[in-house]
């Protein structure tokens, strides 16, 4: 197996700085690039909820989008160890699908990600990110659930 290039969806929950090590890890040993990802959940397809709502949507996404970034930049000074083969990229859409396109159009290689555990209601409503990106990849994920490995 030749991963030479690795993508890592974060979300910068609790549970993403419990995950950079084992992806670092992977990068480290396998020689890889390590993409960093954050997809910006657009608010757009909320907008039949939103008549009347003073702001554009649109612009709402672009200002969490721009926190993102700073985020990012924050993230890997913290928790990135040193390693310095990486890229980073936020991004607005949907975020199983945007991350299946990023991974396809980089030719990423593995995807490692957490789970998030969510069940009944909650995983209805919200969804699974992990479960759609294990679904639709077109190579292997790698999936952790950060609630069951010791903290860091």
């Known amino acids: ?28 040993r396998f020689d890889a690039k390590l993409y960093l990802l954050y997809v910006v959940n657009t608010m757009t397809r909320f907008a039949f909820m939103w008549v009347g709502f003073p702001r554009s949507l649109t612009k709402i ?12 930049k924050a993230f890997c000074r913290d928790h990135l160890e040193g390693f310095t083969n990486y890229e980073t990229g936020v991004i607005i859409g949907d975020p199983a699908g945007d991350i299946l396109k990023f991974a396809e159009n980089e030719g990423i290689d593995l995807i490692v990600m957490g789970t998030h555990g969510r069940k009944g209601l909650e995983h209805t409503v919200f969804g699974s990110v992990a479960e759609g990106v294990v679904r639709g990849a077109s190579c292997p994920v790698l999936t952790i659930n950060p609630h069951k490995i010791p903290k860091r």
Do not use: G, V, W
């Not at 989008?65 to 990012?72: F, G, H």
């Open 1 to 28: 197996m030749n991963y030479k290039k690795i993508l890592f969806p974060i979300d910068f929950s609790e549970c993403s700085p419990r995950l950079a090590p084992y992806a670092i890890d992977l990068a480290r």
């Open 61 to 72: 996404d672009e200002d969490i989008a721009e926190t993102a970034r700073k985020n990012m």
